[in-house]
């Protein structure tokens, strides 16, 4: 059974097939060998994936197992110092961007108007599930096979210069995110249905991203402005991170 190096750890993906698989061959190990453990081991029962099929019968067999096995990854990346957060993030010479907001408010079109503004300078990194964790002290997005309906993930750790919560706006505006708000945006827009060792988890990783990313709301409409108005206040520079 394939390992794979996800967000900086080995996993290991049982009954990996399909839309899962495709995904997740940018993700193999260069060790594929059965005596190092993996740091997660990624598993979704048949009687799990079947009762969610009988549930809402107008998704098959290969997209339940595509959601439930990012589910499960994400739920015990907690135990790594690491959570999902619903965005879409990009990288902008070698610093990542997440923008989130909930689904159809445009997220993924912001960042596709700084992948047009940036041009070579900037790729995606995950366009709707990136993995946000601590690494060595410092805040990274990762990649991730679990990736939304565009399916675009690139196999990378990238350090994070800053975190944009949107809302559609017809001017374009951006200031730093007010705290309190802040949270209520991470919780809704990461796993829920934890219990208490899970919710304490997450508060953990949410201390160290308020103590160590900048955190914006951006209101805006689909211009080359907008992504101006964003992009001077959040844009950083590796070193800038490195202090």
């Known amino acids: 059974m394939p390992y794979y190096n996800i967000a900086g750890l080995r996993v290991k993906i049982e009954n990996c097939s399909g839309r899962t698989e495709k995904q997740a061959v940018p993700y193999l190990s260069d060790n594929q060998s ?27 067999y290969d997209d ?24 879409s993030c990009i990288v902008v010479d070698g610093v990542a961007y997440a923008f989130s907001a909930d689904s159809g408010t445009g997220k993924s079109t912001h960042t596709n108007l700084w992948l047009k503004h940036f041009g070579e300078r900037a790729h995606m990194l995950n366009d709707d599930k990136p993995a946000i964790r601590k690494i060595d002290g410092k805040i990274y997005a990762c990649g991730t096979p679990w990736s939304g309906k565009y399916d ?24 730093k995110a007010d705290t309190s708000k802040a949270v209520f945006n991470i919780f809704s827009q990461t796993v829920r ?34 992504v101006e108005v964003s992009s001077g206040a959040m844009l950083k520079t590796l070193e800038e991170l490195k202090k």
């Open 64 to 87: 339940w197992m595509y959601m439930l096995t990012g589910s499960d990854f994400y739920y015990k990346l907690l135990n790594f110092n690491g959570i999902l957060l619903h965005s």
């Open 193 to 226: 249905k934890l219990g208490e060792k899970g919710m304490n988890l997450l508060f953990d990783v949410i201390e160290d991203i308020f103590s160590s990313v900048d955190l914006y709301e951006l209101g805006c409409n689909i211009s080359d402005e907008a």
């Open 152 to 175: 675009y993930s690139t196999p990378e750790n990238v350090p994070l210069g800053g975190i944009c919560f949107i809302e559609r706006s017809e001017t374009n505006r951006i200031k």
């Open 34 to 60: 059965d005596e190092t453990k993996p740091d997660i081991t990624v598993s979704v029962s048949e009687e799990k994936l079947q009762r969610y099929m009988s549930e809402h019968p107008e998704l098959g």
